[in-house]
């Protein structure tokens, strides 16, 4: 699904209801910036519509560099190579700004959610947030400033691709308790506290719901606590990169 919503980035709060649209089959970048275009017009017909300047923001599941889709993750192939901020811009007609999805979830939360510090501003240090849901999203921040398109999910943890064995559709697949998958994210995040030695661990995804499930269970160094943003995270931190990308805007 497509989730979008208009955003006030400065507050970091959606302005509209968090919407979803089918995402196309197949998700070709064409078919995907037709769909773009439509929900901005469907969202400029509504009350809350956003300024007919706005830039946009999009949260893309690949590898994006300069605006370049590197990778695909969960969607078309033929996004490799896209430059998907020029594609969207044209096709929408105003300034559209990608990142990574998992990325955009960690602007999110270390501006407005769980790993904001003093006066609403980024936690100081090593900021590590990782998102549990169809696979392992990862994004990491140093004193507020991301170090973008970590791909943390594929690091190898007991002969395989992390995400295979610690991301919650491993544990739906595999039929474990709590504790058992406690387990199993245990090695991961000790794994990744001993290479990068983040001073706080942000735990998001669907999974986070269930966090006092498990997170009780883990046992780190660095302070582990869930996420605030939830569903909207996304949306909210792919806002914020827009917004930061103004020439004008308040970091």
Known sequence: MIK????????????TPVLQLPTPRPATPDAVAEAIAALVDQLSTRPQAPDPKASIGVALP???????????????PSWIGTDANRLLSER????????NDAD???????????????????AAGTVLVITLGTGIG???F??????????????ELDGARAETRASAVARERDGIDW?????RLQRYLSHLEFL???????????ISARHEDFLPLLHLEAPVVPAELRNAAGIIGAARHAYQAMPTAVQ
């Not at 955009?104 to 980024?122: M, N």
């Not at 140093?142 to 690091?155: A, C, F, T, W, Y």
């Not at 504790?179 to 387990?183: L, M, R, S």
């Not at 990068?196 to 995804?205: K, Q």
């Open 4 to 15: 979008y919503a208009v955003v006030d980035a400065v507050e970091g709060t959606p302005t």
């Open 62 to 76: 690949a590898v994006v560099r300069h605006g370049v889709a590197r990778t695909a993750a969960n969607i078309d």
């Open 92 to 99: 929408t007609g105003r300034p559209v700004h990608v990142l």
């Open 104 to 122: 955009a979830a960690g602007l999110a939360e270390v501006r407005h959610g769980a790993g904001r510090g003093e006066l609403g501003r980024p």
């Open 138 to 140: 990862s994004a990491l």
């Open 142 to 155: 140093v004193d507020g400033r991301l170090v973008p398109n970590l791909e943390l999910g594929h690091v």
């Open 179 to 183: 504790p058992a998958y406690a387990e």
């Open 196 to 206: 990068l030695s983040p001073d706080l661990i942000v735990v998001g995804g669907g």
